[in-house]
């Protein structure tokens, strides 16, 4: 069956220094990946969409990359603050039947 | 604005008891969908629409039931709670396919279900 891993234990991150969280999936050949993320008592906002035939795509302090041969995706968030702190959710998708969501990475930047 | 709206935001059931969590939106986008979120489980995909009169099932279909007689309104209905069903439930809606668009979550409703 279709798995998405994501880090289960959260993240601790000093401030400034770069945070990358990894999502890695089996059993699934997906056109587009996203990502998402979620503060508490939230809902998921979205980040991030790549397609299989990007390698990597940049937004503002964000870089995700996207390798379909390893089956894995990287999120990057640069010059990490506090506000950073949160959920974040890997999302895949390659039907109509919408998303397939990992279970998401705590994130913690400590200042 | 109003982006996508959930009600209510918490309900408490009993066992046996039938609700409808009611989700809209205002964004003119003809796919919908509702996830359920449990811990340790991640989202998971219920029901879904491509547009108004069109549902799919997902993932977790069981025990629910949903309608598209519009294009902003896309209700959740529990037939007959259950414990099972506590959870955090959330409507998103994109502009085409969930799979290959941004998709625009709402606050979500918490049930509880005794």
């Known amino acids: 069956s279709q798995k998405i891993e994501q880090n289960s234990e959260a993240l601790n991150i000093q401030e400034g220094k770069t945070a990358t969280l990894t999502c890695n999936y089996t059993?699934?050949?997906?056109?587009?990946l996203q990502w998402y993320r979620q503060d508490p008592g939230r809902g998921p906002v979205f980040l991030l969409l790549?397609?299989?035939?990007?390698k990597e795509k940049r937004k503002e302090r964000l870089k995700v990359t996207f390798d379909t041969t390893l089956k894995q995706s990287l999120f990057h968030i640069t010059a990490s603050q506090p506000a950073d702190s949160a959920t974040y959710l890997c999302?895949?998708?390659?039907?109509?039947?919408?998303?397939?969501f990992g279970k998401g990475t705590h994130l913690i930047i400590q200042p | 604005n109003a982006g996508v709206t959930q009600t209510p935001k918490f309900q408490v059931l009993k066992t046996g008891q039938s609700m409808t969590l009611q989700c809209a939106q205002d964004?003119?986008?003809?796919?919908m969908s509702w996830y359920r979120q449990d811990p340790g489980m991640g989202l998971r995909l219920i029901h879904y629409?491509?547009?108004?009169?069109?549902?799919d099932q997902g993932e977790v279909p069981n025990g629910y039931n949903v309608s598209r007689s519009t294009t902003e309104d896309f209700p959740l209905r529990l037939l007959s709670a259950a414990p099972s069903q506590t959870s955090v439930y959330f409507c998103?809606?994109?502009?085409?396919?969930?799979?290959?668009?941004?998709?625009?979550f709402g606050p979500g409703t918490r049930l509880t279900v005794l």
């Open positions: 998103a809606s994109s502009y085409g396919s969930g799979a290959y668009n941004e998709q625009f």
């Open positions: 059993n699934y050949s997906p056109a587009y």
């Open positions: 790549i397609r299989e035939n990007e």
């Open positions: 999302a895949l998708g390659g039907g109509a039947d919408g998303l397939t």
């Open positions: 964004m003119n986008h003809e796919y």
């Open positions: 629409s491509v547009g108004a009169g069109i549902t």
